[in-house]
């Protein structure tokens, strides 16, 4: 069965932290990528930042220097380290994950965690 469970999300102040986590499973080898994505009310979802079988990175620009994005493989889990947090940051973050089977391409998404940036 294929699912991926997101967590630790929540409530922070301007200017903290926190980390994301996504737990992945049913798909194995066929994964080529895995990501994070977010949506904010009336807007639409867009790409946080996004890893690589091969460990290569890439990061929307408004979060760049702030958020790191990594992976346990042995643990087939995603995370998401988010520092210096603004208000703009707050969205419903879905973790994502990308590959190929038998030459069809496919999409996996969490249900998605709340992450709310407020004083």
């Known amino acids: 069965q294929v699912q991926l469970v997101e967590s630790g999300g929540g409530l922070v102040q301007p200017g903290g932290s926190l980390r994301l986590s996504c737990v992945a499973s049913?798909?194995?080898?066929?994964?080529?990528?895995m990501g994070w994505y977010r949506q904010a009310p009336g807007k639409q979802r867009e790409l946080v930042a996004r890893i690589t079988n091969d460990g290569s990175t890439n990061y929307a620009n408004s979060v760049k220097g702030r958020f790191t994005i990594s992976r346990d493989k042995a643990k087939n889990t995603l995370y998401l380290q988010m520092n210096s947090l603004k208000p703009e940051d707050t969205a419903v973050y879905y973790c994502?994950?990308?590959?190929?089977?038998?030459?069809?391409?496919?999409?996996?998404w969490g249900q998605g965690t709340q992450v709310t940036v407020s004083s």
């Open positions: 994502n994950q990308h590959g190929r089977i038998l030459g069809k391409q496919y999409d996996d």
């Open positions: 049913g798909r194995g080898f066929s994964v080529s990528a």
